[in-house]
C-alpha cells in the first residue's frame, strides 16, 4: 500500500515551552482510515493541523502523497488541502437546513470544482452515506 501521509519525528513546542507533540512518527497508507485519540491537551489537533499544512511544526517532516509539505509556501499548501486533505470531527458542522449532498455541494461551488454535483455524491458514497444524500444532518448519527 502506497502512503498517503508519512510523519517522522514531529515535534511542536508552543510560545512559553508548551510541547503538544514530541518525536512523533506514523505513516497512513492510501485508503486507511485513521482515529486520533487521546486526552485533552495531548496534541491531537497540532498534530492534524500540522499535516494539514495550517501550522508549521517545530521539529520534524511531513509528508503527504509524496510530497514535503513542512516546505511549501502557502498557495501551495491550500492547494493540497483543497484537492487531497479532509477531516471528520466527532462533532461535525453542517447546516441544518440543507441535506448532506447540499451541504458539500455548496462548498464545491464555492471552490469553483468541476462537476461538484458528481463530486459530491462520490464523496457521499465513498463515505457510505450515499444512500443518505437528501437527508439532514439532524437525520444522520454521527
Same mark, same amino acid.
Given at each position: 500500500?502506497?502512503?498517503?501521509?508519512?510523519?517522522?519525528?514531529?515535534?511542536?513546542?508552543?510560545?512559553?515551552?508548551?510541547?503538544?507533540?514530541?518525536?512523533?512518527?506514523?505513516?497512513?497508507?492510501?485508503?486507511?482510515?485513521?482515529?486520533?485519540?487521546?486526552?485533552?491537551?495531548?496534541?491531537?489537533?497540532?498534530?492534524?493541523?500540522?499535516?494539514?499544512?495550517?501550522?508549521?511544526?517545530? !521539529?520534524?517532516?511531513?509528508?503527504?502523497?509524496?510530497?514535503?509539505?513542512?516546505?511549501?509556501?502557502?498557495?501551495?499548501?491550500?492547494? $493540497?488541502?483543497?484537492?487531497?486533505?479532509?477531516?471528520?470531527?466527532?462533532?461535525?458542522?453542517?447546516? !441544518?437546513?440543507?441535506?448532506?449532498? !447540499?451541504? $458539500?455541494?455548496?462548498?464545491?461551488?464555492?471552490?469553483?470544482?468541476?462537476?461538484?454535483?458528481?463530486?459530491?455524491?462520490?464523496? $457521499?458514497?465513498?463515505?457510505?452515506?450515499?444512500?443518505?444524500?437528501?437527508?439532514?444532518?439532524?437525520? $444522520?448519527?454521527?
Amino acid at each position: 500500500m502506497s502512503e498517503a501521509v508519512r510523519v517522522e519525528g514531529l515535534s511542536k513546542v508552543y510560545e512559553g515551552g508548551v510541547r503538544a507533540l514530541k518525536g512523533v512518527s506514523l505513516d497512513v497508507g492510501v485508503g486507511e482510515f485513521v482515529g486520533v485519540m487521546g486526552p485533552s491537551g495531548s496534541g491531537k489537533s497540532t498534530l492534524l493541523h500540522i499535516i494539514a499544512g495550517l501550522e508549521k511544526p517545530t !521539529e520534524g517532516k511531513v509528508w503527504v502523497f509524496g510530497q514535503d509539505i513542512t516546505q511549501m509556501k502557502e498557495d501551495e499548501l491550500s492547494a $493540497l488541502r483543497q484537492k487531497n486533505i479532509g477531516f471528520v470531527f466527532q462533532f461535525y458542522y453542517l447546516m !441544518e437546513d440543507f441535506s448532506a449532498y !447540499e451541504n $458539500l455541494l455548496i462548498i464545491g461551488r464555492l471552490a469553483r470544482i468541476k462537476d461538484a454535483e458528481k463530486k459530491a455524491r462520490e464523496i $457521499l458514497e465513498f463515505l457510505g452515506l450515499g444512500h443518505r444524500l437528501r437527508h439532514k444532518p439532524s437525520e $444522520l448519527s454521527g
